[in-house]
């Protein structure tokens, strides 16, 4: 009689042992041994998914399955720490580093600084505007500069049209 009774992943034994081998299919070997052929580090990437999948205990997984799962569960982890930090409403039109500032405990540093934060804000403001008469002034003077250039070939064509050894002879 063994003393120990369990299987190497821990479970009882009931008779039905669980392989940890990792099956390869066809395509993810061919696909490997193409990645090593034409630039390696494709198949050492295919390699190292594939170490992955027997660690994280998915052996019959498909390997494109065991990608895809892992890549949303990380995209999904990724949203919850953006929106844990505030960083979900940087893809909107303005940028916003931060929700707002924490209080220290210092009530006359926390009100000199929501004035500063304030006022840099105004500066910022009157800094997108400024931005935005400066690109309709420059659109302005384009067009200005388009209508006198087009005036000028217009007068132009006209003035060789009108003369009398350019006209055509019917």
Not at 49 to 65: A, C, H, M, Y
Not at 132 to 148: K, M, P, S, T
Request: proline content about 4%; hydrophobic content about 35%.
């Amino acid at each position: 009689m063994s003393v120990y009774q369990g299987t190497i992943d821990g479970s009882a034994d009931t008779g039905e042992r669980r392989s940890r081998r990792v099956r390869w299919r066809g395509v993810e070997l061919f696909a490997m041994i193409l990645g090593f052929i034409v630039f390696w580090p494709v198949g050492l990437a295919i390699l190292f998914l594939k170490i992955w999948q027997k660690r994280e205990g998915r052996p019959d997984q498909d390997l494109v399955e065991f990608v895809q799962e892992r890549g949303s569960e990380m995209r999904g982890r990724c949203a919850a720490k953006r929106a844990r930090w505030g960083a979900a409403e940087w893809g909107a039109s303005e940028w916003k580093p931060f929700s707002g500032p924490r209080p220290t405990g210092n009530s006359a540093f926390d009100d000199w600084r929501s004035a500063e934060l304030a006022r840099l804000e105004e500066e910022r403001q009157k800094l997108v505007q400024a931005e935005r008469d400066f690109a309709e002034h420059l659109d302005r003077l384009r067009r200005a500069r388009d209508r006198e250039e087009f005036e000028r070939f217009m007068n132009e064509r006209n003035a060789q049209q009108g003369s009398p050894d350019q006209r055509p002879q019917a």
